[in-house]
T-cell receptor, first 114, second 112 residues
Framework: NAGVTQTPKFRVLKTGQSMTLLCAQDMNHEYMYWYRQDPGMGLRLIHY???????AKGEVPDGYNVSRLKKQNFLLGLESAAPSQTSVYFCASSYDPKGLYGYTFGSGTRLTVV | GNSVTQMEGPVTLSEEAFLTINCTYTATGYPSLFWYVQYPGEGLQLLLK?????DKGSNKGFEATYRKETTSFHLEKGSVQVSDSAVYFC???????????FGAGTTVTVRA
């Protein structure tokens, strides 16, 4: 099925470890986003991309890096994980910058940092 | 800046009850407004949208009207079902801003 695929679905990290979350979309969308979801805080934008080779900071970018080397993939990296990064991470993509046709979300990655 | 404020949950209802979830916004531009729904264990899905004042978005029995004078976009459904149990997010986007801004979400539980 067409859509957004996130890997892995679950991960437990020790403080200081690094990891990369992969997001892949097959809808030829230009715009891609990484959000984190925390109880009572809704979704907060970490980083986003307006096209292949571009990235930009969102509301909460500290401690994360991203890359968009191919149009269909958007990677989120944690260089040195901290307990404050325990969260559910969602990737999304859209056809247009205002999301008028809707964002397509992946099913999420639940990350626990101990 | 741009922000969305939703009524706090959780909300618990009986089947066939009327549901209202309040949403108000502040925006520096002329926003488009959205409601997204998240079912347990899944990502968010677009439920409905409105792109200009007085527009009414509707889908699956849910409705919301874009009220510019009160900066609101309240979600309503006349008769909820158990399958409507989910988290509902109000969101907005504005011109020249490449992202959606989400509210905190409202958890709705419908009991049979």
């Amino acid at each position: 099925n067409a859509g957004v695929t996130q890997t892995p679905k679950f991960r437990v990290l020790k403080t200081g470890q690094s990891m990369t979350l992969l997001c892949a979309q097959d809808m030829n969308h230009e715009y891609m986003y990484w959000y984190r979801q925390d109880p009572g805080m809704g979704l907060r934008l970490i980083h986003y991309s307006v096209g292949e080779g571009t990235t930009a900071k969102g509301e909460v970018p500290d401690g994360y890096n991203v890359s968009r080397l191919k149009k269909q993939n958007f990677l989120l990296g944690l260089e040195s994980a901290a307990p404050s990064q325990t969260s559910v991470y969602f990737c999304a993509s859209s056809y247009d910058p205002k999301g008028l046709y809707g964002y397509t979300f992946g099913s999420g990655t639940r990350l626990t940092v101990v | 800046g741009n922000s969305v404020t939703q009524m706090e949950g959780p909300v618990t209802l009986s089947e066939e009850a009327f549901l209202t979830i309040n949403c108000t916004y502040t925006a520096t531009g002329y926003p488009s407004l959205f409601w997204y729904v998240q079912y347990p264990g899944e990502g968010l899905q677009l439920l409905l949208k409105a792109t200009k004042a007085d527009d009414k978005g509707s889908n699956k029995g849910f409705e919301a009207t874009y009220r510019k004078e009160t900066t609101s976009f309240h979600l309503e459904k006349g008769s909820v079902q158990v399958s409507d149990s989910a988290v509902y997010f109000c969101a907005l986007s504005v011109s020249n801003d490449y992202k959606l801004s989400f509210g905190a979400g409202t958890t709705v539980t419908v009991r049979a």
